[in-house]
């Protein structure tokens, strides 16, 4: 506030011209010998100038002249006589009142003192004499006091009381410029440093603290000096409700006295109001409501920073026995007459009331002097004996609830807790809706951004759309819009926490639950907003478009993240966006109740019923994975915090446990979330999997295992997950174990033991394969269980190994037990190669071994998965290697014997023959009932497999091999031969097999001829025109067998290219 320039003006010269009326009149004296009794005849023109120029800034700053007046009279009074020539030119140039107060006559303190009492200015008073430095504060107060006792009259006792009473009140105002310039003069004109004795040391750090307190103690010895001249009921309420208040705040309270709450604080402003409403010869009756809630402010919230010395509270404790006992009578019948409650009165009692509890407490905790103790405890019970004698002065209050009024008009003046009003005005439902009301609200709607008041807001507006009351709704609506302006200015923090506020309220459903009549447009708004955002998904824009979605979240919080999750999976491409969005809303993650024994999580609740079990094509399935991985593990964008709205252990209980049947579509895509749930939450620092049971996690998974050995038995809508899932399912158990052996250490001993044994006995109702699979998981507390016949072809050790007997593996089936053994993964097959017991030396057992070695092929291939299949192959590959396998090799898709170094390729035509052995033995009539039409694609698609890996083989050998060292010993013609071997076999299967499942073969036979030709055009030189045509005509002649015409054609056009 800019208050102009201390120097010559209007105001200024009618300030001027008063004291020159009042020397005048004065005359032949000068002023500085006036006296209270000269006050009266000399004093009107000063008065009178005061007011005017009081009344001439009544359009701007009338207190603010007032104050700049008497700051320059005090300056006057303060001034050092008598002034010498240096003086007049330092304080011209550095005191910025000298100039004005040049103008006015010298002064003595008698004229200070007369015109705040006539202004009734004592706030003024104490506010000037708080701005001076503290010892210079405490001799001003002590000539005060001296002028106070000189010829008390009633008004000096009314003056002196307010005073205290002021005193008392005082806050000071460090920001106020004019009486920073006020004291910094005290400070010039006063060498005080010199004057006054120096602070005891302990003080100096804190030179300021409470300087109230040395001047209590002088305004209660100037209480005793005029206690006789304190005349009337009213002046002695005055002064025994200030001791009384004093003695309370400065004395009794406790070291931090807390504040009294918001409501009772309101109650009392409302309690003094009333009654000075009621007052007519209260000065306060006539203000402003916001005038008199500003004086009543300070009056109902004395506080103190320290406490008075001992003696000054046994001083006063005395002097409040002695008033008490000499006022007493006089009082009580003052507050039992009929007539109305006086403030001075209520005052009284109000404060009596007060020092009345605290007193009881001081006397209860503090160690007091006996004799200290005897005047407390007596003046305790006068004081007691006096209130129960009148209580009816505080029960009887004003009839008009002003409470709202008040409260509003500490919003709108925004006064001492005015924002613990906000929350009152918020709350009180019985004030929502009166013009005022909408009013307050409106106007002040930057005091209302907080998310407490937010929400205290919308209640308020709720109760009002729901109950009997005849609000209109376009008010309703007026209000709402402004509480949710209120919402959407605020930060995202807060935002969630009145997010969170409202599903705690009202739930799932939001404002919408209640209110939906009041956003009709929220559907068409949702449907806007977020097909906007899936146009423009960036990151750039995250913020803007996290701030309009958070209005739409708190009307229908389910309906907005049901449609984001809905286009997170449809809308390709901005799964990642929108998942960034909902994670910036944590107060998303709350749990549902739906029955006593179970609970969801919400985000939960809205996958499922939106986009769970609907996925129309693989793509959207991705995008749910990926949407899943950002709800568990959010990107951080700068700028916006974010939090996981889903956990590892609720998106395996909720996606994943329920699901790992084979019969249940949803099975491949668990598997899908469980291996990434897995993989992503690997680096965790808790253990998390602790919360969803692993080990049913893990017998969940052997139960899926075991079902796959059933696989070609079930009907096939009881097959929802093809055999080559079977590795995802085998490897997430095999990472699954590894997680839980190394944080073995999170159980009990006792659980670890008891949680293998349970899982080991469950495993006893599965087939037995299943169990190899967890043998490192259950080594050391159990041995691996296999059929009997294995012991009969493997040495096993009984300490690692036992055998059962399992009905299926009868005499016989060793090497059918081998061979699954050999399945389950590439360690284990290497380890079942070496405690292999096959006799290399001894041919008839090599022959047996080799022909059972076929049927166990013929037995196992149809149940392999792609990888287990993988497995076989190696394994048939390392015994060709050791000679432990024999394979003939009929030459009956030759025209001449081949006068050639077939040694390098031995492996690839044994290897070729094999698989057409085997397939011989599935489509001979003993077994071509085995396998449904899918049984078939399963294993054509696994010889395809091992045929393309031994087409490779086959080029890397020719290109590569040792044998391709020089020109002379070039593999071209038996690298030639071997792929029209491949070809031959080929063919001969598929004309084995329904043509509805020969498209993978014929696919190979078209890569076979390719890699013929390839090779033959590379190396034109190595065989002669002729060879080459009969090559091509055996080669037709095999394919003139093949059918249907389309796939024969083909391959003829294909080999006449040649």
């Given amino acids: 506030m800019d208050l102009g320039p201390l120097n010559i003006c209007e105001e200024t010269t009618i300030l001027h011209g008063g004291f020159l009326l009042a020397e005048q009149l004065f005359h032949p004296k000068a002023l500085t010998e006036l006296t209270k009794s000269d006050w009266e005849h000399v004093g009107r023109p000063i008065v009178e100038a005061l007011q005017e120029i009081s009344s001439a800034a009544a359009h701007s700053q009338p207190f603010a002249w007032k104050k700049k007046a008497l700051i320059i009279i005090w300056a006057k009074v303060l001034q050092p006589q008598p002034v010498t020539s240096s003086d007049t030119d330092t304080w011209w140039q550095e005191d910025v009142f000298f100039s004005v107060g040049n103008m006015i006559p010298t002064l003595n303190h008698t004229v200070l003192f007369e015109l705040l009492k006539s202004l009734e200015a004592s706030g003024l008073f104490i506010q000037l004499l708080m701005a001076l430095p503290a010892t210079v504060c405490c001799t001003e107060l002590e000539r005060f006091l001296e002028h106070v006792s000189i010829d008390t009259s009633s008004e000096d006792v009314a003056f002196f009381l307010d005073v205290w009473r002021e005193m008392m009140k005082h806050r000071g105002n460090p920001q106020d410029p004019l009486l920073s310039q006020f004291s910094?003069?005290?400070?010039?004109?006063?060498?005080?440093?010199?004057?006054?004795?120096?602070?005891?040391?302990?003080?100096?750090?804190?030179?300021?603290?409470?300087?109230?307190?040395?001047?209590?103690?002088?305004?209660?010895r100037g209480l005793v000096q005029i206690q006789s001249r304190i005349l009337g009921p009213g002046r002695?309420?005055?002064?025994?409700?200030?001791l009384a208040d004093m003695l309370s705040v400065f004395a009794l309270t406790e070291d931090d006295p807390q504040e009294v709450s918001a409501t009772v604080y309101l109650d009392k402003l409302a309690t003094v109001i009333s009654v000075w409403n009621?007052?007519?010869?209260?000065?306060?009756?006539?203000?402003?409501?916001?005038?008199?809630?500003?004086?009543?402010?300070?009056?109902?919230?004395?506080?103190?920073?320290?406490?008075?010395?001992?003696?000054?509270?046994?001083?006063?404790?005395?002097?409040?026995?002695?008033?008490?006992?000499?006022?007493?009578?006089?009082?009580?019948?003052?507050?039992?007459?009929?007539?109305?409650?006086?403030?001075?009165?209520?005052?009284?009692?109000?404060?009596?009331?007060?020092?009345?509890?605290?007193?009881?407490?001081?006397?209860?905790?503090?160690?007091?002097?006996?004799?200290?103790?005897?005047?407390?405890?007596?003046?305790?019970?006068?004081?007691?004996?006096?209130?129960?004698?009148?209580?009816?002065?505080?029960?009887?209050?004003?009839?008009?609830?002003?409470?709202?009024?008040?409260a509003m008009a500490i919003i709108q003046q925004k006064m001492d807790r005015h924002m613990e009003m906000c929350y009152i005005f918020a709350s009180e439902k019985k004030w929502a809706f009166s013009d005022e009301w909408v009013a307050c609200l409106l106007s002040n709607r930057a005091l209302f951004r907080e998310p407490d008041l937010v929400l205290r807001l919308l209640e308020t507006v709720l109760d009002a759309s729901t109950t009997d009351r005849a609000v209109p709704k376009p008010q309703i609506q007026q209000v709402l819009h402004s509480v949710l302006e209120c919402y959407a200015d605020l930060s995202l923090p807060d935002k969630n926490k009145v997010l969170a506020g409202i599903v705690h309220s009202w739930g799932k459903k939001g404002l919408s639950e209640k209110l939906l009549s009041y956003v009709e447009s929220f559907?068409?708004?949702?449907?806007?907003?977020?097909?906007?955002?899936?146009?423009?998904?960036?990151?750039?824009?995250?913020?803007?478009?996290?701030?309009?979605?958070?209005?739409?979240?708190?009307?229908?919080?389910?309906?907005?993240?049901?449609?984001?999750?809905?286009?997170?999976?449809?809308?390709?491409?901005?799964?990642?966006?929108?998942?960034?969005?909902?994670?910036?809303?944590?107060?998303?993650?709350?749990?549902?109740?739906?029955?006593?024994?179970?609970?969801?999580?919400?985000?939960?609740?809205?996958?499922?019923?939106?986009?769970?079990?609907?996925?129309?094509?693989?793509?959207?399935?991705?995008?749910?994975l990926e949407l899943l991985n950002c709800l568990m593990n959010p990107v951080k964008p700068q700028g916006i915090p974010v939090a996981a709205l889903l956990e590892p252990d609720e998106v395996l209980k909720e996606f994943v446990l329920s699901f790992l049947m084979l019969d249940v579509e949803e099975v491949d895509l668990s598997l899908k979330i469980f291996l990434q749930t897995l993989e992503a939450n690997a680096c965790l620092e808790e253990y998390w999997l602790q919360t969803c049971s692993p080990f049913?996690?893990?017998?969940?998974?052997?139960?899926?295992?075991?079902?796959?050995?059933?696989?070609?038995?079930?009907?096939?809508?009881?097959?929802?997950?093809?055999?080559?899932?079977?590795?995802?399912?085998?490897?997430?158990?095999?990472?699954?174990?590894?997680?839980?052996?190394?944080?073995?250490?999170?159980?009990?001993?006792?659980?670890?033991?008891?949680?293998?044994?349970?899982?080991?006995?469950?495993?006893?109702?599965?087939?037995?394969?299943?169990?190899?699979?967890?043998?490192?998981?259950?080594?050391?507390?159990?041995?691996?269980?296999?059929?009997?016949?294995?012991?009969?072809?493997?040495?096993l050790s009984e300490d690692e190994w036992t055998s059962q007997a399992h009905p299926g593996y009868g005499p016989g089936t060793g090497l059918l037990a081998w061979m699954e053994c050999c399945c389950v993964s590439s360690s284990l097959s290497e380890r079942m190669l070496s405690l292999l017991v096959v006799d290399v030396g001894s041919p008839e057992e090599v022959r047996l071994f080799s022909k059972g070695f076929l049927v166990a092929l013929v037995q196992v291939m149809p149940w392999c998965s792609p990888r287990e299949w993988q497995h076989l192959h190696q394994l048939t590959r390392r015994l060709l290697e050791k000679q432990l396998l024999h394979v003939p090799y009929s030459l009956e898709y030759i025209q001449f014997v081949p006068l050639l170094n077939l040694k390098p390729f031995a492996q690839e035509l044994q290897l070729s023959v094999l698989f057409l052995r085997t397939f011989q033995f599935l489509c001979s009539q003993s077994c071509q009932n085995w396998l449904p039409l899918e049984g078939w694609n399963h294993v054509v698609r696994l010889l395809c497999g091992s045929l393309t890996s031994l087409l490779d083989s086959v080029r890397l050998i020719q290109s590569v091999g040792p044998w391709a060292q020089g020109q002379e010993q070039d593999l071209t013609q038996e690298a030639l031969f071997v792929y029209t071997q491949v070809f031959c076999h080929a063919l001969h299967i598929m004309a084995m097999l329904h043509q509805e499942v020969c498209e993978p073969l014929y696919v190979l036979a078209l890569e076979t001829l390719t890699c013929y030709e390839t090779l033959s055009k590379a190396n034109p030189s190595v065989t002669s025109l002729l060879q080459k045509v009969n090559e091509q005509r055996f080669l037709k002649s095999i394919a003139e067998n093949i059918s249907p015409e389309g796939r024969r054609q083909t391959l003829l056009q294909k080999i006449s290219s040649f």
Avoid at 704 to 728: G, I, T, V
Wanted: glycine content about 2%.
């Fill in 184 to 220: 910094a003069m005290a400070h010039k004109y006063l060498p005080v440093l010199d004057e006054f004795p120096r602070p005891p040391k302990r003080l100096r750090s804190e030179p300021d603290v409470c300087p109230t307190m040395p001047l209590l103690a002088m305004l209660l």
């Fill in 523 to 624: 559907p068409e708004d949702l449907n806007t907003t977020l097909n906007q955002l899936t146009q423009s998904a960036s990151e750039q824009g995250l913020t803007k478009a996290v701030a309009s979605v958070a209005r739409l979240m708190i009307v229908h919080p389910e309906a907005t993240v049901k449609k984001i999750c809905s286009l997170a999976v449809v809308n390709l491409g901005t799964h990642k966006f929108l998942a960034q969005i909902l994670t910036a809303f944590p107060a998303l993650r709350f749990v549902e109740e739906q029955g006593p024994n179970s609970s969801t999580t919400f985000m939960v609740s809205c996958l499922k019923e939106t986009v769970w079990a609907k996925f129309s094509t693989p793509k959207e399935e991705k995008q749910f």
């Fill in 696 to 795: 049913p996690l893990l017998f969940s998974l052997c139960q899926l295992l075991d079902s796959f050995s059933k696989y070609w038995q079930l009907p096939k809508k009881k097959r929802c997950l093809s055999l080559q899932r079977k590795d995802l399912a085998a490897h997430i158990l095999e990472l699954l174990c590894e997680i839980v052996l190394a944080n073995a250490e999170t159980f009990s001993p006792d659980a670890w033991i008891k949680s293998l044994s349970w899982l080991h006995r469950k495993l006893e109702q599965l087939d037995w394969t299943v169990g190899l699979r967890l043998k490192t998981f259950f080594e050391g507390h159990f041995k691996c269980e296999v059929p009997a016949t294995l012991f009969e072809i493997c040495k």
């Fill in 278 to 406: 009621s007052d007519t010869q209260n000065p306060y009756h006539q203000q402003a409501l916001a005038e008199k809630v500003k004086e009543a402010e300070q009056d109902v919230s004395l506080t103190s920073l320290a406490k008075l010395p001992s003696e000054t509270i046994f001083a006063g404790l005395e002097l409040m026995r002695a008033l008490l006992g000499e006022w007493g009578e006089e009082l009580q019948a003052m507050l039992c007459s009929s007539q109305g409650t006086s403030y001075d009165s209520y005052r009284l009692c109000d404060s009596l009331t007060s020092f009345s509890q605290n007193l009881a407490l001081y006397l209860n905790r503090a160690s007091l002097p006996e004799e200290e103790r005897q005047v407390a405890s007596e003046l305790a019970e006068c004081v007691r004996d006096l209130l129960s004698k009148t209580s009816r002065v505080l029960k009887n209050r004003g009839s008009q609830d002003i409470t709202a009024s008040i």
């Fill in 236 to 242: 002695k309420c005055c002064a025994l409700a200030n």
